[in-house]
């Protein structure tokens, strides 16, 4: 059995006046297609998510300088393309166990549709535009700010917690520009066993290329990755 609306309100700490919107923000396209005769086109929520991923953007924009006055716009759009992310989204949406409540057809429900990354972080998209379209601007604030950008407390806070994923948020970067996918490789390993160094190259194609060094192969490749998404930006 479903859980009700009323108890995913509560999880959102939002009460709908038009509930409707939220049951749209919550269809996939999979469960429209198997009830499409008696519902209109729009009934899934693509347009919604659609409207929500803008709402977002401007949300986390507006929180990020409000926060961090004296950080650069490079840096600042580095933690806004890791807070918008589908793997950040994909977090957010399990703590609210938003996939539960998701109306999926059958075919998507038995291929695992309730735990998929992608279509976990649409869906939270399409609630905070269902939100806004209920409550306005304000209201999807609210929920964004509580949900989405706790972790905004300070530039360290985001880093101790994982945010900053510089791998994931250069893949990211490189499907946005039709790049192909980025390649890394150690190309040097010097000191003793008990204090190595690991110098790792990050490529992208023939011509983008950067290398950087730490102290495990991880810290080289992040530092690698960082270092290529400021010649992409």
Sequence with gaps: MQPSVEALEEKLGYRFRDRSLLLRALTHRSWLAEHGAQLPENSDNEQLEFLGDSILGFIVSESLVSRHAGVRE????????????????????????????????????????????????????????????????????????????????????????????????????????????????????????????FTVEARIGEHLATRASGASKKAAGQQAAEMLIAKLT
């Design 74 to 197: 490079g840096q600042l759009s580095q933690w806004k393309a890791q807070l918008v992310s589908s793997a950040h989204l994909y977090q957010c949406a399990l703590s609210l166990d938003l996939g539960q409540h998701l109306r999926l057809g059958k075919g998507e429900e038995r291929n695992g549709g309730r735990e998929r990354r992608t279509l976990l972080a649409n869906a939270l998209e399409a609630v905070i535009a269902a939100i806004h379209t209920d409550g306005g601007i304000d209201a999807a604030r609210r929920f964004t700010i509580e949900h989405v950008l706790e972790v905004l407390d300070s530039g360290e806070t985001m880093e101790s917690r994982g945010l900053l994923n510089y791998k994931g948020m250069l893949h990211e970067r490189a499907q946005e520009l039709g790049l192909p996918p980025p390649q890394y490789a150690i190309v040097e390993t010097s000191g003793p066993d008990h204090a190595k160094v």
